[in-house]
């Protein structure tokens, strides 16, 4: 099935989606590679927000806020990914789960791919909104979205 079919179902299924994905054998670049195309999207989704905020009297051109996104999205994020997912499996294995680092990290970095569309509309709704109700409204189905996500992919991770 697609990636992009994929992403769709995790918001409905997620332990489905996790299952199969982690029925692919372990696998370190297929997990990278779900990281860091999570982390373009999430960067692109940055760049209406970044314009609204280039144009609202700030004398940073929006080329330059962009480009500090990238250094922050591309290079950061993956590293505190790494890092939390570090985080989340050591406090799996003190609650006696028999959870994986592969899971853990898959878990962490799926979510973060499957909960791409909400953070382009959230990119959207501040671009174009700024701060109101609907963007704090998006804001909140991204932060649910993701906990939501995150939680069902490792009860499936940890499931096995």
Not at 36 to 53: D, H, I, K, Y
């Amino acid at each position: 099935m697609s990636i992009s079919n994929d992403v769709l179902r995790a918001w409905v299924r997620p332990r489905a989606v996790m299952r199969g994905l982690l029925d692919r054998g372990e696998k370190e670049s297929r997990a990278l590679i779900i990281l860091m195309a999570g982390c373009l999207l999430t960067w692109v989704a940055q760049w209406p927000r970044l314009s609204r905020e280039a144009t609202s009297g700030l004398d940073i051109p929006v080329e330059a806020l962009i480009q500090e996104a990238l250094v922050v999205w591309l290079f950061f994020v993956p590293l505190l990914a790494y890092v939390l997912a570090v985080v989340i499996y050591l406090v799996a294995r003190l609650l006696r789960t028999n959870v994986t680092g592969y899971g853990a990290r898959l878990a962490l970095f799926w979510t973060l791919l499957a909960s791409a569309p909400a953070s382009l509309l959230f990119g959207l709704s501040s671009g174009f909104l700024g701060d109101s109700a609907g963007t704090s409204l998006v804001g909140g189905v991204l932060i649910a979205g993701f906990i939501w996500i995150l939680g069902q992919s490792l009860r499936e991770a940890v499931k096995g």
